[in-house]
């Protein structure tokens, strides 16, 4: 008879071991555990242009991926476990084929090669037709999300005992060899670059996280458990140069340009699954400084920051992803919330047309170019310096539990758990600890 692990003991185990969603903001996935879960989720969506890692990961892990999965749905009681992933990722599907027959309550859930299909509210009405409550949280819809590497860590924390203390990074763009390669967690994003044979271009631009949704980032910052790409690019791409606006020059070109074409709108993934964010109402409030329907700002609060309004649906090249996410950001200094009152209309009955095609964003980003192999790579980094964050996760930081001076082993606690949603942190690398703060770690060998 299989034995199901409680989930207070698996709890547990992922606090102390340091895991959370290997993406996106960190979310500590113990706290994910709940027994409302009728569905849980694995998220094989590859949502930015040109990132590969969760399908070779999960390709190259089927079975220990997926016989993990089937032990998270079995914890949590949860009656169906769906795994989303792209119909065009033939190899791992096939992989997937092969394991999941002797798990009757595990699905295939295929989706489009559309943008943004890893978003978690799309995802979610993909693969079950549930719409999530605007600002809401899945689990109270009975639905956990987690994504591929996640739940691998927690195969490896179950199974091998070892903790959160690498990560896999999709390296591409101007490098000498695109690679998805393991990196001890706290390396510098030049060392994770170096290990795709460097950057073949001068002065190269650091894309964290990927071309949509994330940052500029510089090559000394440290990898963390939620670094999933470095994207190379030139100073003078599109992408690095609509980065670097500034949003005082963003307005004024809105007020000048911006037609109420609504086509931001129109392509929008949440407003078109019913949520109350419209980005062209934003643009023409905010240009026009007009507070008489304050909606139109506390609704910015549902926008995902998909980049989608900015980065393909205007025609004139205006910025309202990045002028909604100053006035979010705004909002939330000053402690105001996203309202829980506020119910999603009907799916758009045009939805299934409007999705964007990952091969056109790629084509209208001048990424196209960079679409290369970049086959996975687990060797081991010569690294002799590694930068621990103690808040890699969402939540309160770990508590550092070492001292300068103390010799320590790969996998060893640095940091415990703080009081509260919380997750220890780990060494990456054999050496002395050289530096210790309320912020960071520093290891050298």
Known sequence: ?????????????????GI????????????????????????????????????QLLEKKAYEI???FHMLAKCVGAREAIIGVKRTYTKTIAALMAVIGEYPEIRLGLLDEVYPAGDEVVLIYEVTGKVIRPGGLPIESGVAVFNVETVYNIYKAVEQGKPVDDKF?????????PVTIRVPIGCTVEEVVQA?????????VYFIGGPMMGYIGSETMPVTKTTNAVLVLPEEH????????KASIDLKRAAAACCQCTMCTDLCPRHLLGHPIEPHKFMRAATCKDIQNTDIFLNTMFCSSCGLCENYS???????RSLISDYKSGLRAKGVKASENVEA???DEARQFRKVPMERLMARLDLTRYNNPAPLVEKELPIKRVKLLLSQHIGAPAVPNVKKGDVVERGQMLATPAEGLSVAVHASIDGKIIEVTEKYVIIEK
Do not use: W
């Not at 990074?169 to 060899?177: F, L, R, Y």
């Not at 795709?196 to 190269?204: E, H, K, S, T």
């Not at 599109?238 to 606006?245: F, N, P, T």
């Open 169 to 177: 990074i999709s390296v591409v763009g101007e490098v000498k060899e």
């Open 238 to 245: 599109m992408l690095v140069q609509r980065k670097r606006r």
């Open 20 to 55: 959370v969603g290997a993406g996106g903001a960190g979310f500590p996935t113990y706290a994910k555990l709940d027994k409302r879960a009728e569905t849980i989720i694995m998220n094989c969506a590859e949502c930015e242009p040109l990132l590969k890692l969760h399908r």
């Open 314 to 320: 205007c025609m004139q090249g205006l910025s309202p």
């Open 66 to 68: 997926v016989r993990t």
């Open 345 to 347: 209309t009907s799916v």
């Open 196 to 204: 795709a044979g460097g950057a073949v271009i001068d002065n190269p």
């Open 1 to 17: 008879m299989e034995t199901v692990m409680e989930i207070k003991e698996l709890s547990h185990i992922l606090r102390l071991s």
